[in-house]
């Protein structure tokens, strides 16, 4: 099994900056790509940003430009830094990772717990 524990949510004023982390444990083989969603308030969930095991990244249009995701393999861990929050960027925000537990069988996708990022005055 695969846990994904998030971290780096809260409260920010509009303009400010919060990084979030994503770190994987459990028995894997391998770590594919991660990536993070975000549910507003009567919104679909949708894809914030995504990372490929090689570092390759791809953003949503709305934080292209203020938002970075990296990841440290050895740690197992991808990090969203986000700058210049706005009051749309208010969420819960959920990690996602694509992981294989066994060379047997196929990946399947892994969701964190979520974290609340709040953005206001």
């Known amino acids: 099994q695969v846990q994904l524990v998030e971290s780096g949510g809260g409260l920010v004023e509009p303009g400010g900056s919060l990084r979030l982390s994503c770190a994987a444990s459990?028995?894997?083989?391998?770590?594919?790509?991660m990536g993070w969603y975000r549910r507003a308030p009567g919104k679909q969930r949708e894809l914030v940003a995504l990372i490929t095991s090689g570092g390759s990244t791809n953003y949503a249009d709305s934080v292209r430009g203020r938002w970075t995701l990296s990841r440290d393999n050895a740690k197992r861990t991808v990090y969203l830094q986000m700058n210049s929050l706005k009051p749309e960027d208010t969420a819960v925000y959920y990690c996602n990772a694509d992981a294989r537990t066994s060379w047997l069988r196929g990946s399947s996708s892994y969701w964190g717990q979520g974290t609340q990022v709040t953005v206001s005055s």
């Open positions: 459990g028995t894997l083989v391998s770590l594919n790509d």
